[in-house]
């Protein structure tokens, strides 16, 4: 069964079409290191919660909206060597020259990797 990367994060509202552009640029070498897709979405329908929500689990202030993506990989082993490479990629430095910087504050992103145990399509 596949092997899911999940990340939520605030990103300044007034930045959506810079995170579009920095998913454009870096999710494609996700596909190119084993994963078979990419899903970034943008915040549409977040409700504050009554004692915890997506916006408090990142620290989301009224100017930011909450994105949340994820990575499907055919397996955690392709995921693992994956993402090691991904973080020794220089394309994947936000701080190396001519590299989009990231739209959001990364300090604030939740993530982990899941073992999908239910899968119902139609």
Known sequence: MTYIDGFVI????ANKE????HAR???PIFLELGALRVIEAWGDDVPDGKLTDF??????TPEETVAFSWIEWPDKA????GMKKMMEDPRTDPSAPGNPPMPFDGKRM???????????KA
């Open 10 to 13: 605030a990103v300044p509202t």
């Open 55 to 60: 916006r408090r689990a990142v620290q989301a």
């Open 110 to 120: 939740i993530f982990g990797g899941f073992e999908p145990v239910v899968e119902v």
């Open 25 to 27: 640029t870096l999710d």
């Open 78 to 81: 392709t995921r693992d060597a």
């Open 18 to 21: 810079k995170f579009i552009a």
